[in-house]
């Protein structure tokens, strides 16, 4: 085991190492210029030319990409162009409102699916299963932005139960926390809830159509006992599985989601860094957003030994 892990770490090393080359070259060589953002309009050309020069974007492609590199390899994410402050400062500043979200989103999403794909694949060809299938794929069609502000207009606007923004630190108290926390929650929740109780059916069905199963029920055993403790538990391993490749949907999520409830996280954090073109603070989020899928799927993978002990690495 310890091997596995060793060499699955060691192997992130190339993939962080191609993410990084694509993203420094997508970002120098596509139009736009930080330097003339910084000048503004009435700059003249040696204005821009002289910004230029102070954050090294006058220098050749390679020697950029060489120091952005060797500060990489030091642990130095880089100085934001517009706040002149280190990225990773940055980071930390905005890492708690990012992790709440996706800690709640995971919740929410994990206590809709697992009911609900579990009670589909029981029901099975009922009005029940065309219900929950019908909502997995209105969940999973419909587009964060447009749910989202669909729930401020109704629970916000109308029915005045949520912030309509913002954000507010659990230090500052659970119940703000909560009432600011919720509808994105439930936006970006309700998505990834609608692919998680799909994969859940569709790994339902195919256990509870086992002979083990049809003997636990003809035993006698409780309805709760053949669908958790012989049904669930010998599912799970597909279920982990879209959970953990989810985390990319639920990363992307994020930022459009802090972005239409102004949660100050690292998705805002993302946008307002393209926008401007801040080359270290979009390179570092992609980096660490990156690391953090990639760490994700090793933890599923190591979760499989202990859901099936048939599995060893």
């Known amino acids: 085991m310890f091997a596995y892990i060793v060499r699955r770490l060691l192997a992130t090393i190339p993939v962080m190492g191609v993410v990084a080359l694509f993203v420094f070259a997508l970002l120098h060589l596509t139009p736009g210029d930080p330097a003339v953002l910084i000048a503004g309009e009435l700059a003249t050309d040696a204005d ?3 910004i230029r020069a102070k954050l090294g974007l006058d220098q050749p492609f390679h020697i950029q990409l060489a120091t952005w590199l060797w500060s990489l390899a030091r ?37 809709i699916a697992l009911p609900l794909g579990i009670i589909s694949a029981w029901k099975a060809g009922t009005w029940i299963d065309t219900a929950v299938m019908s909502f ?11 749910l989202g502000f669909v729930l401020i207009l109704v629970f916000s606007l109308q029915l005045d139960w949520f912030p309509v923004q913002g954000y507010t630190s659990i230090s500052e108290g659970f119940l703000p926390f909560l009432a600011n926390i919720t509808l994105p929650s439930v936006a970006l929740g309700m998505i990834y809830a609608a692919l998680i109780a799909r994969i ?8 509870l159509a086992q002979d083990y199963i049809r003997t636990a029920d003809a035993k006698g055993l409780a309805t709760f006992d053949v669908l958790i403790r012989h049904g669930l538990k010998n599912a799970a391993v597909p279920i982990v599985t879209v959970i953990g490749i989810g985390i990319a949907l639920l990363i992307s999520g994020v930022v459009v989601t802090e972005t239409v409830f102004a949660i100050p996280g690292l998705g805002r954090l993302t946008v307002d860094a393209i926008v401007k073109r801040d080359y270290p603070i979009v390179q570092g989020m992609v980096l660490l957003f990156s690391a953090v899928y ?20």
């Open 136 to 146: 997995a794929v209105f969940g999973f069609s419909v587009p964060v932005f447009v």
């Open 48 to 50: 821009i030319a002289a």
């Open 200 to 207: 859940t059916r569709a790994s339902m069905l195919d256990v």
């Open 294 to 313: 990639v760490f994700i799927n090793l933890l599923v993978d190591l979760s499989y030994t202990l859901l099936d002990p048939r599995i060893r690495y």
């Open 75 to 111: 642990g130095d994410l880089g100085i934001s162009i517009f706040t002149n402050l280190p990225v990773t400062r940055l980071i930390e500043q905005r890492l708690e409102p990012t992790l709440m979200l996706t800690l709640t989103t995971l919740i929410v999403s994990i206590v």
